[in-house]
């Protein structure tokens, strides 16, 4: 009888957790719009089990995007985000469609974060940081930016890279199967290299160069390394 019980409980638990999973979420937004002299456009963003939908009553300006058609999606923060399409901008040369939208009530949570990690067939831009992530090494930074540059932590754990720092669009996350690899000059100094166009640039990478406060240990250095590294090493030696 317990087992049979149990079970029930188990498929309830089951069916609940796919419902969850199949509903939208939508928050109502503002859309910047520069081809239309900086006007902002209305709507609301919906976040569903296929793809991504804009919904507005401004004519031709709604869309419509599976995630394999979603080139990368930056969160800025918990209530701005970006989507970089395939498609080709005439305005600017051919340049990938870019669209930029502020949430006007609500937030997105890590929950979402992390579900749209895994529906996505290209990495997330994340400013947005879990707060339940526990660090195996932590170093005070400045992050590099040409002629500024932010400060902050950079922490490492199991599963992600997080530099976190008091400009909240600077903050990144970064699982390590996104990171392309991972240099140093020295032990004041690493660069981790990702994909990274959440406002917009032109190319498939971007460096971010960090200037450490304390020297870098190198079980840390070589912590990082094998993570990023040891995958592709793994699978190459078992053939």
């Known amino acids: 009888m317990k087992r049979v019980v149990l079970s029930l409980w188990l498929g309830g638990l089951l069916l609940v957790c796919s419902t969850l999973q199949a509903q939208e979420v939508s928050f109502p937004v503002r859309h910047s719009c520069l081809l239309r002299l900086l006007r902002h456009r209305t709507g609301e963003l ?15 300006d709604a869309r419509t995007w599976k995630y394999e058609d979603i080139q990368q999606l930056g969160l800025l923060s918990s209530k701005e985000l970006t989507i970089i399409t ?31 990690q895994a ?30 540059g932010t400060q902050g932590m950079l922490a ?35 660069r981790l290299t990702s994909m990274d166009r959440a406002e917009n640039e032109s190319g498939g990478e971007r460096n971010f160069v960090f200037s450490l406060k304390e020297r870098l240990a190198p079980e840390a250095y070589d912590f990082i390394w094998w993570k990023i590294n040891g995958p592709q090493i793994s699978s190459f030696t078992r053939k």
């Open 156 to 190: 490492i754990g199991d599963e992600y890279i997080i530099y976190k720092t008091a400009v909240p669009k600077d903050s990144r996350i970064w699982r390590y199967k996104d990171i392309s690899s991972v240099g140093t000059t020295g032990p004041y100094q690493m």
């Open 86 to 116: 395939y498609e080709d901008s005439k305005w600017k040369l051919g340049k990938d469609l870019f669209y930029r939208f502020k949430i006007t009530n609500g937030e997105i949570t890590p929950a979402l974060w992390s579900q749209l």
């Open 119 to 148: 529906k996505l067939k290209r990495p997330v831009v994340s400013a947005l940081i879990p707060p339940d992530i526990v660090p195996k090494f932590a170093i005070p930074v400045k992050h590099l930016r040409g002629f500024s």
């Open 46 to 60: 919906i976040f569903g089990e296929t793809g991504i939908k804009y919904r507005t009553k401004a004519k031709g």
